[in-house]
């Protein structure tokens, strides 16, 4: 189950949500501002300008990955193997092409070939365990920007990496889009959390918080309130001890 902090704060808000006090129409599609705010400075913290408006809460990685192919019209796509295998399944969904391209301990993160409409890039990889160097987050940014493409960071297991860096740190990440998830660090697979980072310089930005607008009445609103306690230094601490287990048993398999 979620951390105990975090399960505290669920009960918390769930006993506040059924008074007149606590009680929460439809929420902002777009998150609720307390929670984006928090996620902004959590990139701060790191040295990475993401502003609150760029952060889209979402219903979980999967989800959001989905929801950018109803907006974009991919007609091309670059996919590192192996990795999680999503990606490649949404692109024959949605009719997308797909260039497969080999990874490997020399060359964990190769670029697209030309020509593609976006890139996928799993950061802690699943299944590989490859991150996302310094070098080849410049890279990708540079590239994406001066090909013109989106590239899509899935960053559902950052959390498990202390070499974690986050894209936004970097020039021309504007084409740039990073998917995370509360599912693995905090154990929400059933109660449904995640969160998109869209730069405004993106043109991505406003399509999909029209999109949103037609097609979301927004996200748990117990749940975001909950999500915002995950970075405090309570939860962070619990966070540690948990992931140090799970280290242990990778190092075991």
């Not at 701060?44 to 952060?55: M, N, Q, R, S």
């Not at 009719?95 to 890039?121: E, I, M, R, T």
């Amino acid at each position: 189950p979620p951390p105990k902090s975090v399960c505290n704060a669920i009960i918390k808000n769930s006993k506040e949500f059924i008074t007149s006090q606590g009680f929460c129409g439809y929420p902002p599609e777009e998150g609720i501002e307390d929670l984006r705010k928090t996620i902004s400075e959590y990139y701060k913290k790191l040295g990475a300008d993401v502003f609150a408006d760029e952060v889209f809460i979402t219903t979980g990685a999967k989800p959001a990955l989905g929801e950018l192919f109803e907006v974009c019209d991919f007609k091309r796509a670059s996919i590192i193997i192996p990795t999680y295998p999503l990606y490649e399944e949404l692109c024959t969904l949605h009719g997308v092409s797909v260039d497969f391209c080999k990874s490997d301990w020399q060359n964990s993160y190769p670029l697209p070939q030309k020509g593609a409409d976006v890139a996928f890039y799993c950061s802690p990889n699943n299944p590989m365990g490859y991150i996302l160097s310094e070098k080849q987050l410049i890279a990708i940014c540079n590239d994406s920007f001066q090909n013109n493409y989106l590239a899509v960071i899935d960053g559902a297991y950052a959390d498990f990496s202390e070499e974690y860096i986050p894209p936004y740190k970097f020039e021309n990440c504007a084409n740039v889009i990073e998917v995370r998830s509360y599912s693995k660090n905090l154990c929400f697979t059933g109660l449904r959390l995640g969160y998109m980072v869209i730069k405004r310089g993106n043109p991505i930005h406003k399509a999909y918080k029209r999109y949103l607008s037609l097609r979301s009445n927004g996200v748990n609103v117990i749940m975001q309130r909950s999500a915002i306690l995950s970075y405090s230094s309570a939860c962070a601490f619990e966070q540690t001890k948990r992931v140090d287990y799970y280290r242990q048993n990778a190092s075991l398999l």
